[in-house]
């Protein structure tokens, strides 16, 4: 191997390993965005909002969907307190139908 196939390998495997940091510190900065987001939220409806969001960004998925449920009976014999985000009502049914969401 001459000098000039050295010196190309060398600045081919720098310019790997600059582009491999270079993307780490992309993600990095990307979570560092996230979490501000949703350390500021005051909400809890917000705060699953922002948690949603987030991971659809971090993930690079289409869909993202969470929710709460918190057991408090209420007067009615009924649950109160339950929460989602990141779905519309229709789409919560498919999935509590049992409906892939895979084509969405």
Do not use: W
Not at 24 to 30: F, S, T
């Amino acid at each position: 191997m001459d000098l000039t196939e050295t010196f190309n390998q060398m600045a081919e495997e720098i310019h790997v390993r600059e582009t491999e940091r270079f993307d780490h510190l992309a993600r990095m900065r990307l979570l560092l965005d996230v979490s501000v987001e949703i350390l500021s939220e005051t909400t809890g409806e917000g705060l699953l909002q922002k948690i949603v969001d987030a991971s659809r960004v971090v993930t690079h998925a289409n869909l993202a969907v969470a929710g709460s449920r918190r057991e408090t009976p209420s007067a009615l014999g009924g649950v109160q307190g339950r929460r989602r985000a990141g779905v519309s009502a229709l789409e919560t049914f498919r999935v509590h139908e049992g409906e892939s969401m895979s084509k969405y």
